[in-house]
């Protein structure tokens, strides 16, 4: 068998306690938002992971649809083996911020450029490679927490962003983020945007043959992914959203040896258990 790494990464959740497992209740579903079915779709997603065993999993925020405990979240999310990693959606932030940290479980975890959700590693499988960055992309130029449609990277983050992809010995480099750096305008501070790309230029030009990617959620994409070569050395990959209809998917990354990467996805769906 070829040998890859592979990431099971789920994105927009949104889970909504007060109508799980009922489908005929009122805000129930909200155009493509199945709330109902969002529990049973964590569930068979961790099944999944166990069953598989994947390198890694990431789950790029909007675990929760509004202000509710992150109870539902934390108890599956403490069934997933290995190596994993979250980072906040817009959604999330409708809750207090140390509040979240603490249902997480994250409260002694180090805070890195603002946020205990930044975190950055190696991944390996024989000769395959990749670099996976967690950022935080809720964090306003005060500091603090927000909940914001339009992400933001700030200073300190910038900082500990060309420290890790240009320190990395890794070519392949995967940033997970909630907001997308190549999604719709609105959704990103254009000028962050800017930034990063003059960034990802320069890591390039240092390490040749360095590929970046920016695996993001927000968008509510569906059924499978939508993938955009911005640059030579720089992919932006807007996963399928989990809260997507009855029927959404899980997304399945492999990085292969020469640095590329494949997508695939596993269906999760409401199965009326609740």
């Known amino acids: 068998m070829t040998e890859s790494i592979r990431i099971y990464w789920m994105t927009d959740l949104h889970l909504k306690d007060s109508v799980t497992g009922q489908p005929e ?8 938002r199945h709330y109902y079915a969002a529990k049973d779709k964590l ?3 961790v099944e999944m992971i166990n069953r598989d065993k994947p390198d890694c999993v990431v789950c790029t925020g909007d675990m929760n649809d509004s202000v509710q405990s992150f109870a539902t979240f934390a108890e599956a999310w403490e069934r997933v083996p290995g190596q994993k990693a979250i ?24 805070v890195i450029s603002g946020s205990h959700f930044n975190r950055s590693f190696a991944l390996r499988n024989g000769e395959v490679q990749a670099r996976v960055i967690v950022l935080d992309t809720n964090i306003g130029p005060d500091g603090q927490h927000r909940s914001n449609v339009e992400g933001t990277i700030q200073e300190d983050a910038f900082r500990w962003l060309e420290e ?6 890794e070519k392949t480099i995967l940033v997970f983020t909630h907001n997308g750096l190549g999604g719709p305008a ?5 000028q ?3 930034r990063f790309m003059k960034l990802a230029d320069r890591v390039s030009t240092e390490k040749p043959g360095t590929h970046i990617y920016n695996m993001a959620g927000h968008h509510h994409v569906h059924p499978t992914a939508v993938v955009k070569e911005i640059a030579p050395h720089f992919t ?4 399928v959203a989990m809260i997507a209809e009855a029927v959404s998917y899980i997304n399945i990354v492999s990085v292969r040896a020469d640095g590329g990467i494949d997508l695939d996805y596993s269906e999760v769906r409401y199965n009326g258990a609740g």
């Not at 890790?164 to 010995?169: D, K, Q, T, W």
Request: proline fraction near 2%.
């Open 87 to 110: 980072t906040l959606g817009n959604h999330d932030l409708n809750n207090d911020y140390s509040t979240i940290v603490d249902e997480l479980g994250y409260g002694d975890r180090p």
């Open 192 to 194: 962050h945007v800017e």
């Open 186 to 190: 609105k959704f990103f501070d254009q």
């Open 164 to 169: 890790e992809m240009l320190g990395c010995a």
């Open 236 to 239: 932006f990959v807007n996963g």
């Open 25 to 32: 209740a009122e805000d129930a579903i909200r155009r493509e």
């Open 43 to 45: 569930w068979q997603a």
